[in-house]
DNA sequence: AAACCCACCTGATCGC
DNA sequence: TGCGATCAGGTGGGTT
């Protein structure tokens, strides 16, 4: 559930708390947590017990803290404990000792030189989410990696996830161009992590109203100039919802603190249906799309809206 | 090769 | 009160 905002959120929480601190213990309660990792849970303990954090870093919906290398002897990889929040998951700090969450899968036990004794608590109600230890590998273009580390790697199996558009090296030209090769509709093209990252359902929806586009537009149809509207919406409403602490439903999205964010109060479209467009005032419709929903304003997303002839 | 579908889960809500 | 259908913020593997 949680987009781009959400899990900047959880990063911009994990950061001062995990970064310097040295993993002293794992445990797995449910091994579906870990179905991004490669070994068993054992394997996943042993690979992070004695390990310390150097950052909290983010692409996209992905998350990882880059580990220090292994003691001397072990081999000399760069690895990085990844986390996807999938549709519900959540990282919360905890004191050590603390009562079990409820959906808890995984708790890591973590000793800070300056602030003590901590504990980080991943929770997964649907279990679509995951952690894993994965290897950091160079990115392809000599620019950090994500948002929050100076260092040009990724994860092995984030490799293939766009940079998303609050990064400074996402390139402008290169989605408009990107665009123009994509034979699918324009939200497919936003909720595929592989263009861009970090849009999910809720933001597609309300990045499109902003830019007045019928989310089933092809994409290539897509002028250059609502192709740049388009981004320069997406980029306003991934802002905007992220300096009000994300969109929080219920208490399933929270921060690392366990408080929800306010941008609900500023959706638009998504979740509206029938209620009247803020802009027009025609009723806001719901349509199944790709086995989920969209929500628009009939009068101001027409299909033809933004199509070039 | 790009585009598309669907499985993967738990839980809340709604209509009957 | 119960029970089935439907819905929920995502991703990746398998299939066309």
Redesign the pocket.
């Known amino acids: ?3 781009l905002p ?1 899990v900047e959120v959880v990063r911009a929480g994990l950061a001062p708390a995990v970064t310097g601190a040295q993993i002293v213990g794992v445990t797995v309660h449910d091994e ?1 947590a870990l179905t991004r990792h490669t070994g068993g849970a054992a394997e996943f303990e042993a690979a992070l017990t004695g390990r310390s954090v150097r950052a909290a870093v983010r692409r ?2 992905f998350l990882w803290l880059p580990l220090e290398p292994t003691a001397a002897g072990a081999a000399p990889a760069r690895e990085a404990l990844i986390g ?1 929040l ?2 519900s998951g959540q990282l919360l700090l905890r004191a050590p000792g603390a009562a079990p969450e409820r ?1 808890e899968r995984v708790r890591i036990d973590l000793h800070h030189p300056v602030h003590g004794e901590l504990c980080v608590v991943f929770a997964d ?4 989410g995951s952690l894993a230890v994965d290897r950091l590998v160079p990115t392809s273009d000599d620019a950090p990696g994500g948002y929050g580390w100076g260092e040009a790697s990724v994860p092995a ?1 984030v490799a293939h996830i766009a940079r998303d558009p609050l990064d400074p090296a996402f390139s402008d030209r290169a989605f408009r161009a990107a665009l123009g090769r ?4 324009i939200k ?1 093209v936003l ?1 595929d ?1 592989t263009t861009v990252s970090g849009v ?3 933001y597609a929806d309300e990045a499109l109203w902003a830019a007045r586009i019928h989310p089933g537009t092809p994409a290539r149809a897509l002028s250059a100039r609502a192709a740049g509207r388009l981004l320069a919406e997406v980029r306003a409403v991934l802002e905007k919802a992220l300096a009000e602490g ?5 208490e ?2 929270v921060n690392v603190n366990g408080e929800a964010g306010y941008f609900a109060h500023s959706l638009n479209v998504y979740g509206r249906q029938g209620r009247a467009c803020p802009r027009c005032g025609t009723p806001i419709v719901r349509e199944a799309f ?4 969209s929500h628009r304003c009939p009068r101001c997303q027409r299909v033809r809206a933004g199509v070039r002839r």
Do not use: C, V, W
């Open positions: 559930m949680p987009e959400e579906r996209g919906k996807h999938g549709m959906h109600q649907r279990t679509f199996q994509k034979d699918t509709a497919r909720l992590q999910g359902n809720i994300g969109t929080s439903f219920d399933q999205y790709m086995n989920r929903s």
